[in-house]
């Protein structure tokens, strides 16, 4: 069984860091991408950014590149991402999918609320 829980939500000022973390179980790293999305008040779930392990590859969108970093510990089945120089924007529900054996699966999510 697949799990995915996330971690490391929290409130921060504008231009503060975070670290999320998503420990993940049930899946094998080397043939899954793992990636980060997230959910503002209103809006639809976005792509923030992902990895594969198979080819080390990383991927952003455009409104998170230079500010956040994903990345991951294959041995202990951890995904991070490092978000730098926050903003407001950046608010909403920070949720980790893993794409593993031609399906997705979603962790409940951790709560990034970044106001002053």
């Known amino acids: 069984q697949v799990q995915l829980v996330e971690s490391g939500g929290g409130l921060v000022q504008p231009g503060g860091s975070l670290r999320l973390s998503c420990a993940a179980s049930?899946?094998?790293?080397?043939?899954?991408?793992m990636g980060w999305y997230r959910q503002a008040p209103g809006k639809e779930r976005e792509f923030v950014a992902r990895i594969s392990w198979s080819g080390g590859s990383t991927y952003y969108a455009d409104s998170v590149k230079g500010r956040f970093t994903i990345s991951g510990d294959s041995a202990r089945n951890i995904v991070y991402l490092q978000m730098n120089s926050l903003k407001s924007e950046d608010t909403g529900v920070y949720y980790c999918?893993?794409?593993?054996?031609?399906?997705?699966?979603w962790g409940q999510g951790t709560q990034v609320t970044v106001s002053s």
């Open positions: 049930g899946i094998i790293f080397s043939r899954a991408v």
């Open positions: 999918k893993a794409d593993f054996l031609f399906r997705d699966y």
